[in-house]
């Protein structure tokens, strides 16, 4: 954006557009109508367009003007959360935030979000809070939570929710396995021996999107047993129950191994969520950093694979 856009400006545009009469205009920003008609004109002359149109009718936004407009509200609005929240941090009136997890979400992305937190907001604390994902969208409705890092899909308009992981599914099988030998599995060859799941009734929308996704590539599923935990996954692949599909991010225990599969892109995926109505202080700083991180990782991806292919999302 221009030089030229200097803060002062962007409310006088604001001011204009929201009266579309310069008089008005002027009126509420306690300066004289021909002084703010001028920074505008000499504005709109250093920018090579018209923000505005002047006529016998009155004041009209253009279309390029619609844009500045709307840059201009944004600033502004920006810098006014900023400077609330840097109030609110300097007099230590900067709530807790209470941060709700599963325990198939990466501990590396809860270290991650604390150390930009702590970064963002110095000296504020963040409280966690570990459950699975039934229950702690119970609590963020209950208010209980602020926020919550939560595996995908999450289908509710109650919720705000930003992705913010995708990371690919691995087959997860022991170290002795005969399979261990093989760099890549088909899914055909190993599905029947994938046996192990994350139990139904704590994400009913993530096993069924997992069941879809052995639909389309022709295979049902064989849930033998199920896990409320990352370690009781691993613990019935240990004991020969059989194969489970984890995050490539997945701490493993001793004795276990991962191979990633052939032929299908399924991928584990990560969101912050919160209720629509939250009203942490916070929240909207993160958001955008989160919203902002997850846009450059997402344009860094495709600039090192080209075409990048359709992913089959889901968090087992």
Same mark, same amino acid.
């Given at each position: 954006?221009?030089?030229?856009?200097?803060?002062?400006?962007?409310?006088?545009?604001?001011?204009?557009?929201?009266?579309?009469?310069?008089?008005?205009?002027?009126?509420?920003?306690?300066?004289?109508?021909?002084?703010?008609?001028?920074?505008?004109?000499?504005?709109?002359?250093?920018? &090579?367009?018209?923000?505005?149109?002047?006529?016998?009718?009155?004041?009209?936004?253009?279309?390029?003007?619609?844009?500045?407009?709307?840059?201009?509200?944004?600033?502004?609005?920006?810098?006014?959360?900023?400077?609330?929240?840097?109030?609110?941090?300097?007099? &230590?009136?900067?709530?807790?935030?209470?941060?709700?997890?599963?325990?198939?979400? %990466?501990?590396?992305?809860?270290?991650?979000?604390?150390?930009?937190?702590?970064?963002?907001?110095?000296? =504020?604390?963040?409280? $966690?809070?570990?459950?699975?994902?039934?229950?702690?969208?119970?609590?963020?409705?209950?208010?209980?939570?602020? =926020?919550?890092?939560?595996?995908?899909?999450?289908?509710?308009?109650?919720?705000?929710?930003?992705?913010? %992981?995708?990371?690919?599914?691995?087959?997860? $099988?022991?170290?002795?396995?005969?399979?261990?030998?093989?760099?890549?599995?088909?899914?055909?060859?190993?599905?029947?021996?994938?046996?192990?799941?994350?139990?139904?009734? $704590?994400?009913?929308?993530?096993?069924?999107?997992?069941?879809?996704?052995?639909?389309?590539? &022709?295979?049902?599923?064989?849930?033998? =047993?199920?896990?409320?935990?990352?370690?009781?996954?691993?613990?019935?692949?240990?004991?020969?129950? &059989?194969?489970?599909?984890?995050?490539?991010?997945?701490?493993?225990?001793?004795?276990?191994?991962?191979?990633?599969?052939?032929?299908?892109?399924?991928?584990?995926?990560?969101?912050?969520?919160?209720?629509?109505?939250?009203?942490?202080?916070?929240?909207?700083?993160?958001?955008?950093?989160?919203?902002?991180?997850?846009?450059?990782?997402?344009?860094?991806?495709?600039?090192?694979?080209?075409?990048?292919?359709?992913?089959?999302?889901?968090?087992?």
């Amino acid at each position: 954006m221009s030089d030229s856009l200097e803060f002062r400006l962007l409310r006088y545009i604001v001011a204009v557009a929201e009266t579309l009469n310069f008089t008005r205009a002027a009126e509420r920003l306690y300066l004289a109508q021909p002084s703010l008609s001028r920074q505008i004109r000499d504005l709109e002359e250093d920018l &090579g367009f018209s923000i505005f149109d002047r006529t016998r009718e009155g004041v009209r936004i253009t279309p390029a003007g619609e844009m500045i407009v709307a840059y201009a509200r944004e600033i502004l609005r920006s810098s006014d959360e900023v400077v609330s929240m840097a109030r609110a941090v300097h007099l &230590g009136r900067v709530p807790p935030l209470r941060l709700g997890f599963s325990s198939f979400v %990466s501990m590396n992305l809860l270290q991650s979000f604390r150390v930009k937190y702590e970064a963002m907001f110095p000296g =504020c604390q963040i409280q $966690l809070a570990g459950g699975d994902p039934t229950q702690v969208l119970q609590r963020i409705n209950q208010r209980a939570l602020d =926020c919550a890092i939560l595996p995908m899909p999450i289908d509710n308009d109650l919720y705000y929710v930003q992705q913010i %992981s995708e990371s690919p599914l691995v087959v997860c $099988l022991r170290s002795d396995d005969p399979l261990a030998s093989q760099t890549l599995l088909d899914i055909q060859d190993v599905a029947h021996r994938i046996k192990i799941f994350r139990d139904p009734e $704590l994400q009913p929308a993530a096993h069924s999107r997992l069941s879809e996704m052995f639909e389309e590539v &022709g295979i049902q599923m064989h849930l033998a =047993c199920s896990a409320s935990t990352p370690s009781d996954m691993q613990w019935m692949v240990k004991a020969g129950y &059989g194969l489970a599909l984890i995050d490539q991010m997945s701490a493993l225990d001793h004795g276990l191994t991962t191979r990633p599969i052939a032929g299908v892109n399924w991928t584990s995926d990560t969101a912050f969520v919160h209720h629509n109505r939250a009203d942490h202080i916070a929240l909207a700083f993160i958001e955008r950093s989160l919203s902002q991180h997850w846009r450059d990782d997402r344009r860094k991806k495709r600039s090192s694979e080209g075409v990048r292919p359709e992913q089959l999302k889901l968090l087992v």
